[in-house]
T-cell receptor, first 112, second 112 residues
């Protein structure tokens, strides 16, 4: 069974820092990997989708990479801002139907 | 999120009563999913659908049933609600990884 682990569980940084959130998974036979953001009491907002044939995606200050052979994905946030404070979730779509697993998230706090 | 709505947004019900949550999409996506989100457990898949009248179980399906009579609607039913089913329920849609997954805003269900 696929397991998805996100480290660290929580992270607090001063504004302006560059930071990396990590996601590891046990089964390299994944189809897609997607990063979401969730604000308290809210739904999930898609940030980046990396399809199986891709190695990275970029959107603004965000860059996500995928290394299936090592079972890892990273989300890089450049020049962090207080508005980036949220929980970031890694979502793994496996090769078989219904094999859809979330990590438990990294709670990010960016201090002004 | 645009194209997917969940109703109701909030519901309080008594133990033992039936409850139905509705997910409606306007994107004509083939796949629809129900997740629950709980502290310490993250998001877990309850049931999913891969077409009209085609459904399957996810990781935590006990106590839940689903129905999909139309492409646009996916219903989640708690036949006899229990306090352990107090949670936030999210619906999601996809087209088998083409554009990733889109989530609704969630339904907060409290069983007293």
């Amino acid at each position: 069974k696929q397991e998805v682990t996100q480290i660290p569980a929580a992270l607090s940084v001063p504004e302006g820092e560059n930071l990396v959130l990590n996601c590891s998974f046990t089964d390299s036979a994944i189809y897609n990997l997607q990063w979401f953001r969730q604000d308290p009491g809210k739904g999930l907002t898609s940030l980046l989708l990396i399809q199986s044939s891709q190695r990275e995606q970029t959107s603004g200050r965000l860059n996500a990479s995928l290394d299936k052979s090592s079972g890892r994905s990273t989300l890089y946030i450049a020049a962090s801002q207080p508005g980036d404070s949220a929980t970031y979730l890694c979502f793994n779509e496996g090769g078989s139907q219904g094999n859809l697993i979330f990590g438990k998230g990294t709670k990010l706090s960016v201090k002004p | 999120d645009a194209g997917i709505t969940q109703s109701p947004r909030h519901k309080v019900t008594e133990t033992g009563t039936p409850v139905t949550l509705r997910c409606h999409q306007t994107e004509n996506h083939r796949y629809m999913y129900w997740y629950r989100q709980d502290p310490g457990h993250g998001l877990r898949l309850i049931h999913y659908s891969y077409g009209v009248k085609d459904t399957d179980k996810g990781e935590v399906s006990d106590g839940y049933s689903v129905s999909r009579s139309k492409t646009e609607d996916f219903l989640l039913t708690l036949e006899s609600a229990t306090s352990s089913q107090t949670s936030v329920y999210f619906c999601a849609i996809s087209e088998q990884g083409k554009n990733g997954y889109t989530f609704g805003s969630g339904t907060r269900l409290t069983v007293v």
